[in-house]
């Protein structure tokens, strides 16, 4: 495996390039040179990296939504009514699964599709088949920063195409949009080419332009234990770090316990923050995403609402920099316009009613953030040593060995040996822990806490109250208490 944690050179990065930008027509709109002087003349008030600082200096929490259409003028008219009518912050292109899939030529299909059937057929905009100058259109055309979502193990056209049109985030990274999205990518491929990403982003930053970057925290947002997401935004952040990022946004999904919710948010930062200072990264911004629940929704509006609110109010109390907000829709599918407008004004409502308020700390909160940190820390450490020091290396090892393994990851590269389910208290616990090398007592402490689920429940500890958990919330409870 020749993978390394290495900064590419100019000369990799540039050999490299080539045959990127001639995966599609579009590629050739790309000119970098051109790119850094168009993306040196964004205002500072569309520049996503600098209103995450902001935010995070004022300790004000952003709310953005995802969203994402077929076809330019909707696409435009969609953002910009999530931003008047819907009160955004930062504004998402939610872009198509084929386009993830690189499957350009079926969203041409669909492109054509959309234009004759007056509405979109695609799940998401098509950034790579609009090109720059579809995508410059867009960002020209709204009053926000912009950022690309969406979940593409090979993203490199995409990060290409969308940076030199002035949108200036792109989520994802070599684990997050691999293990959640893809069947059969190597992790070893997918870290090359988020570290092509990345050093696109580290070429533009070494220009003076500042850009942001934000690993997807919730992965397969089932039941996720927060120690198991926070480790693999800590390796994305490291990796990035190491190409030259300077602003990164660190994610994690609301798993609805509220102590251990804010736990996660907090340790995440702050054990990022270590991580980057430990390898010498000391210049890197970092932000907090917090996703509204990921899970399954009930399909009753109002009661999506109090899904919604929850979620708020968990990033506002966390001080999470920003959250990611679902919509009355999430039971349904894609949203309209208004109802996705409506998720954002029901999250600002109680962010602003939050304003200033965080949960304090308690002996609770103190034990849960202390947790998820040891459990974090003897991931990264047996990745760094399997890896022989180096972290890519030792995150390829780490995933052939289950060192972290990911719930219910569709990808045949993740082991599938841990599997979770809440305790009594609805905090997400590790219920088979496969090969992630946890110290005894922290498997003892994952073990207590569901055996006082079980007694509670009058029930074994085992895999029913995994599948309980999953159907829990859509049917509107937290635990899926036995019926
Ligand atoms: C990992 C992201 C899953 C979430 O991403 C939402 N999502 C996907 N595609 C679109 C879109 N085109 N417009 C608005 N929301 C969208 C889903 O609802 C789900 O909540």
Redesign the pocket.
């Given at each position: 495996m020749n993978l390394k944690n290495k900064k590419l050179t100019d000369e990799q990065f540039f050999s490299l390039r080539e045959e990127v930008l001639s995966q599609w027509p579009t590629g050739k709109e790309v000119d970098l040179q051109e790119a850094v002087d168009y993306l040196k003349q964004v205002p500072e008030e569309k520049n996503f990296a600098i209103k995450l600082e902001k935010a995070k200096k004022e300790g004000v929490t952003l709310a953005q939504?995802?969203?994402?259409?077929a076809l330019i003028d909707e696409h435009i008219e969609l953002l910009n009514y999530l931003d008047k009518e819907g009160g955004a912050d930062l504004l998402p292109s939610?872009i198509d699964s084929y386009t993830r899939q690189n499957r350009y030529n079926e969203c041409q299909v669909g492109i054509d599709e959309s234009i004759k059937a007056g509405r979109s057929l695609l799940?998401?905009f098509p950034g790579v088949n609009h090109g720059v100058k579809g995508c410059r259109k867009v960002f020209e055309s709204v009053n926000l920063p912009l950022q690309a979502r969406h979940?593409t193990p090979d993203s490199r056209l995409l990060a290409e195409i969308i940076h030199a049109s002035g949108w200036t985030s792109n989520e994802g990274g070599g684990i997050s949009y691999n293990i959640p999205y893809a069947k059969a990518v190597s992790v070893e491929k997918t870290l090359r080419d988020w570290q092509y990403c990345d050093r696109l982003v580290g070429f533009y930053e070494e220009q003076g332009i500042k850009i942001n970057r934000e690993p997807f925290g919730?992965l397969t947002?089932t039941l996720v234990p927060p120690s198991t997401s926070n480790v693999v935004a800590i390796i994305e952040a490291l990796l990035a770090a190491e190409q030259g990022v300077k602003s990164i946004t660190v994610g994690y999904g609301q798993c609805g316990n509220l102590i251990q919710d804010v736990a996660a948010i907090r340790a995440l930062e702050e054990q990022t923050e270590q991580y980057l200072k430990k390898y010498g990264y000391n210049d890197v911004v970092v932000t907090t995403v917090f996703h509204q629940w990921?899970g399954g929704f009930p399909e009753d509006e109002s009661k999506a609402f109090g899904v919604i609110s929850l979620g708020a109010s968990t990033a506002a109390l966390a001080g999470a920099t920003k959250v990611i907000v679902?919509?009355p829709h999430?039971a349904i599918g894609?949203?309209t316009k208004e109802a996705?407008a409506s998720g954002i004004k029901a999250t600002k409502m109680a962010i602003n009613l939050l304003e200033g308020q965080r949960l304090a700390m308690s002996k609770e909160l103190e034990l849960e953030i202390n947790v998820i940190k040891a459990e974090t820390k003897c991931m990264l450490d047996k990745i760094f040593e399997i890896g022989g020091g180096d972290l890519a290396i030792g995150t390829v090892k780490a995933f052939e060995q289950g060192v972290v393994d990911i719930p219910f990851g569709p990808s045949k590269y993740n082991l599938g040996k841990m599997m979770p389910a809440r305790d009594n208290n609805g905090a997400v616990r590790y219920l088979m822990t496969g090969n992630i090398p946890f110290s005894k007592e922290l498997l003892d402490f994952n073990r207590e806490r569901l055996e006082e689920r079980g007694k509670y429940e009058g029930r074994e500890v085992d895999f029913q109250m995994t599948v309980d958990d999953i159907f829990a919330v859509g049917k509107g409870k937290l635990i899926g208490r036995p019926e």
């Open positions: 939504p995802r969203a994402g259409v939610t799940n998401g979940g919730p947002g990921m679902k919509t999430e894609i949203p996705n």
